[in-house]
């Protein structure tokens, strides 16, 4: 079973970065067959932001952060992260974290997620 908690948000204006994290706290992010961010923003559906497939090590983004966000992790301490640069309003969103053992979609399915964290991008 695996345990996830985040951390990392807040605000910040236009422009600015956050970097999210999120460790296990419980279980091991190897054991997992991908892991990824999600986000979602006020009256829009849930989205797979940016995901790894542990096995391979491919990553997918999103359109919309292509070259602006870096996903990455460290397996020595149980950790990824999600690294955004030039955050847009749009950006919005309460981020979450999740792990699985099944990949549907380039990102994880079912499985487990973290707490959520806030992120807002306001002037």
């Known amino acids: 079973q695996m345990q996830l908690v985040e951390s990392g948000g807040g605000l910040v204006q236009p422009g600015g970065s956050l970097r999210l994290s999120c460790r296990a706290t419980s279980g091991f992010i190897l054991d997992s067959s991908t892991i990824g961010w999600f986000r979602h923003a006020p009256g829009k559906e849930r989205e797979g932001v940016s995901c790894i497939s542990v096995s391979d090590d491919s990553i997918y983004y999103e359109d919309s952060v292509k070259g602006r966000f870096t996903i990455s992790r460290d397996n020595s301490k149980n950790t990824f992260y999600l690294q955004m640069n030039s955050l847009k309003p749009e950006d919005t969103a309460v981020y979450y974290c999740?792990?699985?053992?099944?990949?549907?979609?380039?990102?994880?399915?079912?499985?487990?997620w973290g707490q959520g964290t806030q992120v807002t991008v306001s002037s």
């Open positions: 999740a792990t699985s053992i099944v990949e549907i979609g380039n990102c994880p399915a079912g499985g487990y």
